[in-house]
């Protein structure tokens, strides 16, 4: 879940981005999971969807390698964008499932973006 004010735009990076809607300071807490509002899913249980709910899942989930399932954001932060050099990042000595916390002062207007090494395990599959 979202714990700061972002909009949705166009993004130079790839498609649609997450931009920050107000200043966030660097340090601040960004998005965490939260049960019952984000999803997580195992393989099995993706398994069993049909094929466009699949590819659906695999589109915006992640496979998390720190507590290995999927992960799946209801709200914006989904279209967070990977950077090599991001101003997000996920912080696990906080949170089994990574706490993002702003690594830099993010002004209004800014793309909102992250590593996905930090976290996604790639080249994932289903049946």
């Known amino acids: 879940m979202m714990l700061v004010k972002t909009k949705l735009g166009p993004s130079?990076?790839?498609g649609i981005g997450l931009f920050a809607d107000q200043f966030i300071a660097a340090g601040t807490a960004t998005w965490r999971f939260i049960p019952g509002f984000d999803?997580?899913?195992n393989a099995t249980e993706i398994e069993v969807l049909s094929l466009p709910a699949?590819?659906?899942f695999k589109q915006y989930a992640y496979l998390d390698f720190h507590v290995n399932v999927f992960v799946l954001c209801a709200?914006?932060?989904r279209f967070m964008n990977h950077s090599n050099n991001p101003n997000v990042r996920p912080d696990y000595e906080q949170d089994p499932f990574g706490l993002d916390i702003a690594a830099c002062d993010i002004q209004i207007g800014e793309e909102l973006t992250t590593?996905?090494?930090l976290f996604e395990k790639e080249d994932v599959?289903?049946?």
């Open 12 to 14: 130079s990076i790839h």
């Open 39 to 41: 999803i997580q899913k």
């Open 54 to 56: 699949r590819e659906w």
């Open 75 to 77: 709200d914006d932060a």
């Open 115 to 117: 590593n996905y090494t």
């Open 125 to 127: 599959s289903f049946k």
